[in-house]
Every structure is written in C-alpha cells, then in structure tokens.
C-alpha cells in the first residue's frame, strides 16, 4: 500500500511564514526575558515575562486619556488584576 501526501505550494508557504513569526516571537521573547532579567537582577521565566508584559500593556491602556470612564474602570481592573498576577509568579 502507498502512502502519498499531497501539499500545494499556498499551504507550504502559509507553514513557513508561520514557522518564521513563530521564531520572531521567540527570540524577541528570549530577548525580552533576559532583559528584564538583568533589569531584575535575577533569572526569569519566560511565564514571569509574558506577566510583566500583561501588567506593562494594562498599565498602558489604564493611562490612556481618550477613552470614556467606563474603559477606564475596565482596564484598571485588568491592571489591578496582572499587577497581582504579576506579584504571585515572581515570588517563585
């Protein structure tokens, strides 16, 4: 019995600049993780990382003056949430 697959050139294409964002983002995330680790003065997770970002990107949104109160209370909840988040995994 022959086992035959058969790949057309759009779906190999799709699977490399998938392959290749997904390696971006993984050295941009090493790169960022040895940052704040230095930034830290001790070695982070690349969990503790994505934590830190999620905090800095709520932060953002919180402080960000064209938005009606009620996007404001909303993101500061999100803040209030990740900066908590944030505490619990850098304590290990």
Not at 57 to 82: D, E, G, H, I, N
Request: charged share 15%; net charge positive.
């Amino acid at each position: 019995m022959n086992n035959e697959m058969i790949l057309n050139a759009k779906e190999m294409r799709n699977n490399s600049v998938d392959n290749h964002l997904t390696a971006c983002f993984g050295r941009t995330l090493t790169l960022l993780t040895r940052y704040y680790g230095d930034v830290l003065e001790r070695q982070l997770s690349t969990r503790q990382t994505l934590h830190l970002l999620n905090a800095q990107l709520a932060f953002l949104m919180t402080v960000f003056p064209s938005m009606s109160m009620v996007l404001r209370v909303l993101c500061l909840t999100w803040f209030v949430s990740a900066v908590l988040k944030c505490r619990l995994s850098m304590r290990r």
